[in-house]
């Protein structure tokens, strides 16, 4: 392909404005799209979705993407979750990565801040987020707003009877910043919900919230289809 004299000389403007904004913005010297966040930009992050939407290998890219620059993330569990063995985040597309795990009455602020202390922490993301407890939420917003330091929030917004979990209620209330992870219903509709199948491979009423038997026990459905499955008529 032919560069006419004419672009060359644009993109040589370009690149000469971008230089000049880099003097007059030192912070922003390691930027672009989701890099270096300055500090008073950082904020909560609630990715949210149903079931097998692949949320954990978003995560894992983002931590990748962080980690490709050489910054230092940060990944957390609770420790409810211990499919793939405690404190590991894996993706059912293969990829995987240790995590800390934590429990319900852990202070998530504490670990930041300390790790924060010992390396600088570019990111902090936390897969399964559903399970946090309110309190950790509000850490969480606390590692934003004091450290400064992004976080990334991966969950499902709601359970196999249609309530919000503990931790996507807190998120949905105090996140900067909502975005929800698309997959698709068997009729090709997005899915919003999760239906509890039982071992008749029908759909379950009632149970405990936190039942972590393998993905294979849930559906992501649309409503529609997701209420036909339960038998409610109108
Ligand atoms: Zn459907």
């Not at 990715?47 to 978003?58: L, Q």
């Not at 399964?128 to 309190?135: G, H, V, Y």
């Not at 849930?218 to 209420?227: P, Q, T």
């Amino acid at each position: 392909m032919l560069i006419s004299p004419k672009w060359r000389d644009r993109s040589a403007g370009i690149e000469r404005r971008r230089e000049r904004a880099r003097r007059t913005f030192p912070r922003l010297r390691q930027g672009g799209r989701g890099g270096f966040t300055p500090r008073d930009m950082a904020k909560v992050y609630f990715y949210y979705s149903a079931m097998n939407a692949g949320k954990s290998t978003v995560l894992l890219q983002s931590s990748y993407n962080y980690r490709e620059r050489g910054m230092h993330t940060l990944l957390f569990v609770p420790a409810i979750d211990t499919r793939a063995g405690v404190g590991r985040i894996e993706s059912r597309i293969g990829l995987h990565a240790d995590a800390m795990p934590l429990a319900a009455d852990e202070n998530i602020f504490a670990h930041v801040k300390a790790a924060h202390a010992a390396q600088p922490v570019a990111c902090v993301l936390v897969d399964e987020a559903q399970f946090l407890t309110r309190a950790q939420v509000e850490q969480l917003t606390d590692v934003s707003d004091a450290l400064g330091i992004p976080v990334l929030c991966y969950g499902l917004r709601t359970d196999f009877q249609g309530q919000l979990f503990p931790g996507s209620a807190a998120l949905l209330a105090l996140a900067d910043d909502l975005t929800e992870l698309k997959t698709i219903c068997h009729c090709g509709r997005k899915a919003t919900m999760n239906l509890r199948v039982g071992p008749d491979g029908r759909g379950v009423k009632v149970g405990a919230q936190v039942e972590i038997g393998g993905n294979d026990r849930y559906v992501a459905m649309c409503r529609r289809h997701y209420k036909e499955a339960l038998g409610h008529t109108p």
